[in-house]
């Protein structure tokens, strides 16, 4: 069975550092595809950024990257000059083939002022 | 920009009663997907739709069932609801294997 495992459910940083969540995931896939989904307070959920695992590149949104890993599947998220507005729910996600996504538990990130 | 819209952000029902969760999304997208988030669970799969009149069980399926007329309008429906139905539950569309994007979420409570 297809698996991700956030293992931090809680996470705090100071504004303008930098924090990193980690996920990990299991599948026998070789082609498929990275999440990272955003939930603030209003509950409305935001991509946030977006991996293909054939691109070795890891990607990149402005303040927030991701650390892929393939081989020892593992795909975090690391933001950089965190803001007070990046506090939410974060969820890692894989999407199996046939476009369902398998989220994690989630990891809820305070950003301290 | 893509627009899911769910036709409740909260909703309070009696247990048996039968209730109907309606989304909308305005992107001509085919794939349509329903979820409920639980704390400490995540989000978890509860039917999806990969056309008009398509459904397909999730990986919790029990205890609701889908209902998909036009392309634009997924409907998810409790027979008869039950206290462990409470939950925010989520709808969601998109393209072949593309970005899903969410609606705002039904809380739902049920006494």
């Known amino acids: 069975a297809q698996t991700v495992t956030q293992s931090q459910p809680e996470m705090s940083v100071q504004e303008a550092e930098t924090v990193t969540l980690s996920c990990t995931y299991d599948?026998?896939?070789?082609?498929?595809?990275l999440f990272w989904y955003k939930q603030p307070p209003s509950r409305q959920m935001i991509l946030v950024i977006r991996?293909?695992?054939?691109?070795?590149q890891n990607a990149t949104e402005n303040r927030f990257s991701v650390n892929f890993q393939k081989a020892a599947k593992s795909f975090s998220l690391k933001i950089s000059d965190s803001q007070l507005g990046d506090t939410a729910m974060y969820f890692c996600a894989f999407m199996t083939q046939g476009g369902k996504l398998i989220f994690g538990q989630g990891t809820e990130l305070s950003v301290k002022p | 920009d893509v627009k899911v819209t769910q036709s409740s952000r909260y909703l309070v029902k009696r247990t048996g009663e039968k209730v109907f969760l309606e989304c909308v999304q305005d992107?001509?997208?085919?794939?349509m997907f329903w979820y409920r988030q639980d704390p400490g669970l995540g989000l978890r799969l509860i039917y999806f739709s990969y056309d008009v009149k398509m459904k397909e069980k999730g990986d919790i399926p029990e205890g609701y069932s889908v209902s998909r007329e036009k392309k634009e309008r997924f409907s998810l429906i409790l027979e008869s609801a039950s206290t462990n139905q409470t939950s925010m539950y989520l709808c969601?569309?998109?393209?072949?294997?593309?970005?899903?994007?969410f609606g705002p979420g039904t809380r739902l409570l049920v006494l």
């Open positions: 969601a569309s998109s393209v072949a294997e593309e970005t899903q994007y």
């Open positions: 992107m001509d997208h085919e794939n």
């Open positions: 991996q293909e695992a054939y691109k070795q």
């Open positions: 599948t026998s896939e070789s082609n498929y595809y």
